[in-house]
């Protein structure tokens, strides 16, 4: 895998430590930022940025467990929001690796079964707990049964576009600066019900849900990407996904946003996607990029 090799010396913080406010540490190629305010957040993008509005990037593995704390507080403005996406986007691609692994495992054991009309026991509870979290089911047991499990899997375990992704979390987070997205890690405003967890809402005393907390926004981004891979509501944006897939096509958010209709009980939500992640030209990011180590002076 090609690196991504960056002095960090001239920069007012050291891997593992922090000088002034920032807190990071070094792990497995990539940067781990634990705590910043939002100025650090933006001069280390200025001092080292990725470009994301362009085909084939390669998106350094910089990693923000959070929003910069103040984040809520300062101003909105083109670099505020440049630095939103840049925060964002290496988390979404690393939540889509791993989906994506999971899928290329699925298509293998299916042609596996085809093959030798059956799976390892190891091979088969592997199956059977991705069916569970992706909410796959059917009534046939055996070897036909599995191979109905798998061809729904195979539908539903996929890479959500980045595009999609980042757009909805700049509408419901308004880039951010909700108390749901600094407090609480929660970009999509995701609501359990029937339980006295979370965050209860201002705005309706009365209501039986509660919004979800997050121990970071990798785990918030996850959770949502799998709520679009599992969901009723998303039926129509899978379907579509997969027909992009038989045409040898990578899923791309221009033309799933308009399968965005039921994302939630906001007025015109597909079109609000749809400009969002044209306006800040966000199908770039669909457009193939790839996660490259970061790697400072001193890990050499």
Not at 21 to 41: P, R, V
Not at 281 to 298: G, H, N, Q
Request: glycine share 4%; net charge neutral; hydrophobic share 35%.
């Amino acid at each position: 895998m090609k690196t991504l090799i960056v002095c960090l010396l001239s920069f007012p913080f050291i891997i593992g430590t922090a000088s002034a406010e920032m807190i990071t540490e070094y792990e497995d190629g990539a940067l781990i930022i634990k705590k910043a305010s939002t100025n650090e957040a933006k001069d280390f993008f200025r001092r080292y940025p990725y470009e994301y509005a362009v085909q084939q990037a390669e998106i350094p593995k910089i990693y923000f467990k959070k929003l910069p704390y103040d984040w809520n507080l300062t101003p909105e403005n083109a670099a505020k929001n440049r630095t939103f996406i840049r925060i964002l986007l290496p988390l979404v691609l690393k939540v889509n690796e791993e989906i994506l692994q999971d899928r290329n495992k699925i298509i293998e054991l299916y042609g596996k079964l085809d093959i030798e009309g059956q799976l390892s026991k190891q091979d088969e509870e592997y199956i059977r707990k991705l069916a569970v979290a992706y909410d796959a089911y059917t009534p046939m047991k055996g070897t036909e049964g599995l191979k109905i499990l798998i061809k729904q899997l195979i539908n539903k375990v996929d890479s959500v576009p980045p595009s999609i992704m980042i757009s909805t979390a700049v509408i419901y987070s308004n880039w951010g600066t909700s108390k749901l997205a600094v407090e609480d890690n929660s970009l999509y405003k995701d609501e359990v019900w029937y339980t006295n967890q979370g965050r209860k809402p201002q705005d309706d005393d009365d209501g039986d849900y509660r919004y979800k907390i997050y121990t970071d926004l990798e785990d918030c981004i996850r959770a949502r990407a799998l709520k679009i891979n599992s969901h009723i509501n998303y039926d129509y944006f899978r379907h579509t996904r997969l027909h992009q897939r038989k045409m040898g096509k990578d899923p791309n958010g221009v033309s799933l946003a308009a399968q965005m209709m039921f994302d939630s009980n906001v007025k015109n939500i597909s079109g609000m996607i749809d400009y969002t992640l044209s306006f800040y030209k966000l199908e770039y990011t669909d457009s193939s990029p790839r996660l490259v180590d970061f790697i400072a002076d001193e890990q050499k």
